[in-house]
């Protein structure tokens, strides 16, 4: 009797901290086909503007682009899954030959991946397909991936947290 009765007050904790995107704005560490930084705002109740710099210190891997996402919470607001697209521009060096020779590409930029956010921590992985507009060769679709681990600079309240306030206001 004990178990479930400290299983159910564990998931009563747990929920208001688990709660489709709980920031206001989010800054953070990109890892995908080289390091970079990224940054995400939100400018509506579920779409942010995201933009990632990936200056290609590494490996010769430049990435740049900005990419409007909509959110779709899946179990609470701070688990979610989002679709999007916008404009990149990547440039790549290849030393395959003793003569770098460098290409690249602009177009248009799709997104889908998913995020989780526990205190001010945000925890994202995507996948980007990338569709060539304009550059070098004759390949049209490319693509890259990430991890970005963001520190939560301004928050949003939960739904929770705004119903007690209300509910316990001085009158």
Same mark, same amino acid.
């Given at each position: 009797?004990?178990?479930?009765?400290?299983?159910?007050?564990?998931?009563?904790?747990?929920?208001?901290?688990?709660?489709? #995107?709980?920031?206001?704005?989010?800054?953070?560490?990109?890892?995908?086909?080289? *390091?970079?930084?990224?940054?995400?705002?939100?400018?509506?109740?579920?779409?942010?503007?995201?933009?990632?710099? #990936?200056?290609?210190? *590494?490996?010769?891997?430049?990435?740049?682009?900005?990419?409007?996402?909509?959110?779709?919470?899946?179990?609470?607001?701070?688990?979610?899954?989002?679709?999007?697209?916008?404009?990149?521009?990547?440039?790549? $060096?290849?030393?395959?030959?003793?003569?770098?020779?460098?290409?690249?590409?602009?177009?248009?930029?799709?997104?889908?991946?998913?995020?989780?956010?526990?205190?001010?921590?945000?925890?994202?992985?995507?996948?980007?397909?990338?569709? $060539?507009?304009?550059?070098?060769?004759?390949?049209? *679709? #490319?693509?890259?991936?990430?991890?970005?681990?963001?520190?939560?600079?301004?928050?949003?309240?939960?739904?929770?947290?705004?119903?007690?306030?209300?509910?316990?206001?001085?009158?």
């Amino acid at each position: 009797m004990k178990i479930p009765c400290l299983t159910a007050l564990l998931l009563l904790l747990t929920i208001p901290v688990l709660t489709a #995107q709980m920031y206001n704005t989010s800054g953070g560490v990109r890892i995908g086909d080289d *390091f970079g930084v990224n940054f995400a705002q939100r400018i509506a109740n579920k779409n942010t503007i995201e933009v990632i710099l #990936q200056p290609g210190t *590494f490996t010769g891997n430049e990435m740049y682009a900005a990419l409007l996402r909509q959110h779709y919470p899946l179990i609470t607001k701070r688990i979610n899954f989002y679709l999007g697209g916008g404009v990149y521009t990547r440039s790549q $060096v290849l030393t395959s030959t003793d003569i770098p020779v460098s290409t690249g590409s602009t177009g248009l930029a799709l997104t889908f991946g998913g995020e989780l956010t526990v205190g001010r921590f945000n925890l994202s992985t995507d996948f980007l397909p990338l569709v $060539v507009m304009g550059g070098k060769g004759n390949q049209r *679709f #490319q693509s890259s991936s990430g991890v970005s681990i963001r520190y939560v600079m301004w928050g949003r309240e939960s739904g929770f947290k705004k119903f007690f306030k209300k509910f316990f206001r001085k009158k």
